[in-house]
């Protein structure tokens, strides 16, 4: 009884590693680090559509807490 008892165990604590390291190698996929100040970011690598309301080019500024647009028409 206590030899299966143990092999459950050690069967679930391998089934719980095996889903956290999957998770872990999933998460390491985009890496969403912009270039610095004043650099452009290509958003499309974080899931956006370039088909919005914003026509054209879309100049965001950022001022320290404040994120403003200049094309919301």
């Known amino acids: 009884m206590a030899y299966t008892d143990n092999a459950m165990r050690a069967l679930f604590?391998?089934?719980?590693?095996?889903?956290v390291h999957g998770e872990k190698e999933?998460?390491?996929?985009?890496?969403?680090?912009a270039s610095g100040p004043g650099g452009s970011f290509e958003i499309?690598?974080?899931?956006?559509?370039g088909n919005?309301?914003?026509k054209g080019?879309?100049?965001?500024q950022v001022d320290g807490n404040l994120l403003a647009t200049t094309d919301l028409s």
Do not use: N
């Open 52 to 54: 919005g309301p914003c």
């Open 57 to 60: 080019d879309v100049t965001i």
């Open 44 to 49: 499309t690598k974080l899931g956006a559509s």
């Open 13 to 19: 604590l391998l089934a719980l590693f095996c889903v």
């Open 26 to 33: 999933e998460s390491k996929g985009i890496d969403a680090k």
